[in-house]
Structure formats: C-alpha cells, structure tokens
C-alpha cells in the first residue's frame, strides 16, 4: 500500500513544477515583445509544444495571456495588473502623493503617475489641480501606451526605437498636444527606481488653451525635477538623477 504521506509528497512536487513552468512562460516575454509564436515559446521555455500550449490555455482561463487572432501569444490583462500592484507598492500614501501635491502646487495643474501594464499604462496615483476646467483622468483607468506624454515617456525609457524616442530620451522629457485627446495637453518625466530601472512616469495635464506649447516647455524643467527628486525618493539612492543623467540613460 502507497504511503499517502508519499502522494501529498508527489502531488506538491508536481504543482510547484507546474508553477514554475507556468511562471517560465510568462517570463519569456522580453521587454517591447507584443507577441510570440508558440513555437518560439516552446523553444525559450525549453518544453514541448504540447506542454506549452496546455500551459497558455491555462493561464488564459485567467486572463494572465491571450491567444490572438493569428494564433500568437500574449500576455493577459491579468499580468499586467500583477505589476501594477507590485508597482502600486511605492507606498503611494507616502511617497507619490506628496510629490504629486507638490508639483500641482508650483505648476496649478492636475498631476499624475502612470505606470506600465503591458501594452498599456494605468493611473495609479492622480492630485487634481484647483482650476475648474481641467483634463479628468481617474486613478487606475488604463490609457494607450503610444498616445499621450506619459506614455511616450515611458515607451522610450523601455528602449523604443525610432528618432522619436531618441528624442525624447536626449531631453528627459516630452510634451504632447492633442495627441490622445483633442484639446488635452500634457507634459511627462522618467521616474527611476534602483540601478535605473523605470518605474513610470509623471506627469502635468490640461487643457491645450490654457497649456500651450511654450507653456508646457517652461514646467518642463519643474516637471523633471519633480520626477528626479520621486525616483530619488523611490530608490533611496544617495542623490536623484539630473536631467543630463537622463539623457544619457540607455536601455
């Protein structure tokens, strides 16, 4: 007769290889990977397609990848929300609010924080500024990663190729006009955390008649050094990053 001391041995054994296989495959992903073939999926991970392919089917069941029309595979909504809750955890209270109050207070403008969530960036903390016409955005609505200041910055400081990005990581910074949302303008900064990894960023929004182009250049500077003294905040590190640190930040 089986030990069934034995069985649970085995049964535990044998979850936490599923676990852990089902981990390897959400990892396969590198970083501006939108999709990928099954088979190369098979090849990262190092099992077989059959094997891949009941592991992804799993995960779909809950939403952490998606089988797209073509057949590829991507990762689910349900990631994403993994690491914005993990990223959520800068103790927003603490940390982000402040700096968020901060800034509204010397610019008059709504500011936020997105970070990224996959293919797009979520709000996750947001102070509104004290004019009565402004840019609404609710803290945790999810947003186009490729339209947008916020977005763009944090494309390009995940290593976005195109003369674009380039730009925007030589200034440190970008300004969007209408770019989202007709009439809605806004200006966005890099936040770091330890050894430069991109947290997110920040940003100043509202309305284009009110934020024009050379406006937005003027908080810029206010916008940057908010973001610095956040990633300072954030990492811990013993001075935050200058704006020619950042530009020359490399992915």
Known sequence: MRDPNQDDAEATQGGVTAVTRALSLMEAFEVGESSLSLAELSRRVGMHKTT???????????????????????????????????????????????????????????????????????????????QSVRHNVRIGERLPLDKGAPGRVILAFSGAAGAPYEGIRERGFHISLG?????????????????????????????????????LEKYAKLVIRAANQLSYALAGSRSPATPAAVSRWHP
């Open 52 to 130: 891949t392919l009941r592991l992804a089917r799993t995960l779909a069941l809950s939403q952490y990848m998606v089988q797209t029309d073509d057949g590829q595979w991507r990762l689910g909504p349900a990631a994403g929300w993994l690491g914005a809750r993990y990223q959520a955890g800068f103790d927003v209270n603490n940390v982000v609010e402040p700096a968020l109050h901060q800034l509204v207070k010397e610019t008059g403008e709504s500011a936020s924080f997105y970070v990224r969530e996959g293919a797009i960036r979520s709000c996750v903390a947001r102070v509104e500024g004290p």
């Open 179 to 215: 770019e989202r949302e007709a009439e809605v303008a806004s200006v966005a900064a890099p936040v770091f955390g330890l050894n430069w990894r991109l947290l997110g960023s920040m940003c100043i929004s509202g309305p284009s008649s009110r934020l024009t182009k050379a406006r």
